[in-house]
């Protein structure tokens, strides 16, 4: 008979090498430090948001993917705002429209919402559902609607290692913990490869990268050499720079300022 005194320890036991052998495994301890170091890095998303909003001087504001309004949208200076979210992470959802992007967009078309479709956004934030797939269709639907100097902003497109760009974000297994940043990086960057298109991606904050149709300063498209097939991200570790056009915020401000 199984002593459940003895069974009980050795379980504990398990679980007592195992925490001991996480805590000194180096690709557990390499992803905190580079999580904590993204956690240090500024400006945020809120502040680059507001700088584009002065910068394209917009009075439509579009925000797809709100959660709690208080983090970001409440937080922003424009005159006209709308926010668009399914409310499946908070329960509360005090958006404007409470739905997903794909039915808001589908919605708008059809001129079955009070927003008229004839009238373009400035600036549109993209942080809904962080897998690629669904970051290419909110980019491909904003663009529809995007004034002509308008931007485009997404979240998360620099995660610092493998694990946070992982798919799955309920796996906290994973090295990265709780931090998340999907798979938005591959649509950021298949859409870099789009003629009609400019961006730049600011160092800070996970990655806050902005599209645009009008060539703003050092703004650029992917080079024709720099190829990632299959988006792996061994290679977007390699080329960075050249992949997102990485760029500091406050650089590019500054160096914006002298043209």
């Not at 905190?32 to 809120?46: D, F, G, H, N, V």
């Not at 809904?128 to 491909?140: M, T």
């Not at 649509?187 to 400019?198: C, G, P, S, T």
């Amino acid at each position: 008979m199984i002593n459940p005194l003895k069974q009980f320890l050795v379980e504990k036991t398990k679980f007592y090498k195992l925490g001991k052998a996480i805590d000194s495994d180096v690709y557990f301890n390499k992803t905190k430090e580079l999580s904590q170091l993204e956690i240090l890095k500024a400006p945020r998303r809120t502040e680059i948001i507001n700088y584009f909003i002065g910068f394209v001087d917009a009075q439509r504001y579009l925000e797809i993917g709100v959660r709690n309004p208080e983090k970001n949208f409440n937080r922003l200076q424009c005159p006209i705002k709308f926010s668009v979210d399914p409310g499946v992470e908070f329960e509360e959802n005090p958006v404007d429209f409470k739905m997903t992007s794909d039915l808001f967009f589908e919605k708008l078309a059809k001129n079955e919402l009070e927003i008229n479709p004839q009238e373009k956004f400035d600036v549109i934030f993209i942080d809904g559902l962080h897998l690629a797939n669904q970051v290419e269709k909110d980019i491909s639907n904003s663009l529809e609607y995007l004034s002509e100097k308008g931007v485009i902003i997404l979240h998360d497109c620099n995660p610092p290692t493998e694990y946070h760009q992982r798919e799955t974000y309920g796996f906290m297994w994973s090295p990265a913990r709780s931090f998340w940043n999907g798979t938005t990086w591959k649509a950021y960057y298949k859409v870099r490869h789009q003629r009609d298109l400019f961006t730049i991606c600011f160092d800070c904050d996970w990655g806050v990268a902005v599209l645009s149709k009008h060539p703003y300063p050092f703004f650029n498209q992917i080079q024709d050499g720099i190829q990632n097939e299959f988006y792996e991200f061994s290679i977007l570790n390699k080329f960075r720079e050249e992949h997102l056009n990485l760029s500091s915020f406050d650089t590019w401000v500054e160096s914006t300022k002298l043209k």
